[in-house]
Every structure is written in C-alpha cells, then in structure tokens.
C-alpha cells in the first residue's frame, strides 16, 4: 500500500485556485457609500415626516397612506424586475400568509407609529423602535431559555 506524502496533498502556489478577486471599481464603491448614506437619511426623515404627519391625521389614516406609498413603490420595482405578471404566480396559501403578516408586521406597526408620533417627541419614539431587537432578544431569552 502506498501512501502520499503531506506534501503531495498540499496545493503549492502553482496548483492553487486564485482566490484572490479584484477590487471593485471606485465608481461602484462610490455607489455602494453613497446608498449606504441615504438609507439613514431616510429612516431619520420618516420620524420626522411621521411627526408632522400625525399632528394633522388620525394614526390609522397616516398608516395607510404610508402604506399605499409603500404599495405603488413595491409595484413600480416588481415591475421593472420581475413584471407585474410575476403576482399571477402567488398561491393561495402564499396570499393569506403574506396578509397576516401584513396586517401584524405592517399594520399594527404603523398604527402604533403614528399613535407614539402623536404623542411623544419624534427623537424619543425613534429611540423606542431602535430599542426593538434588545427587547425582542430579552422576550426570547425569558420565554424560551
């Protein structure tokens, strides 16, 4: 019986695969910072946009013209990704499953949004949902170990 030595097993510089990939171009790194930016800039500005918005609407009516934004944004990216074709494709079972969690993810969330909004100071409603994943972690830690 014949055995390898270590050293014919190893890859030497020669035989390895080049695993070393290139850097991407500055323009895409500039891109890339760039979105990296503004996604802060826009959920700091939905605090303060929700604010003013809740002093002239009930929470429920600026839930769901917030929603409906959403709506016609989703459309317009599933149009130009996939085409709108692409929601024929949904089963039933898929449908009712994305309802319930629309209406406990997306509904309730921007009702109490905007209820907090008007009534408490944007910065400190801003701190409560920033505080959502420790309190989901503690909730998860007490109720299963």
Do not use: D
């Not at 149009?79 to 969690?101: D, N, P």
């Amino acid at each position: 019986m014949t055995t390898a030595s270590p050293s014919a097993t190893l890859p030497t510089a020669s035989t390895a695969p080049a695993s070393h990939t290139p850097a991407p171009a500055s323009g895409k790194l500039w891109s890339l910072y760039l979105r990296l930016t503004c996604v802060p800039i826009l959920w700091g500005g939905t605090f303060i946009a929700g604010r003013v918005i809740s002093a002239h609407l009930p929470p429920a009516t600026a839930g769901f013209i917030r929603f409906v934004f959403a709506t016609l944004a989703l459309l317009v990216t599933l149009h130009f990704t996939e085409g709108l074709r692409a929601i024929t494709r949904i089963t039933r079972r898929q449908l009712l499953g994305t309802m319930a969690l629309g209406a406990s993810g997306i509904f309730i969330y921007n009702l109490l949004f905007f209820t907090a909004l008007s009534v408490l100071p944007a910065g400190r409603t801003l701190l409560i949902i920033a505080l959502n994943p420790v309190v989901t972690l503690l909730i998860a830690a007490a109720l299963l170990g």
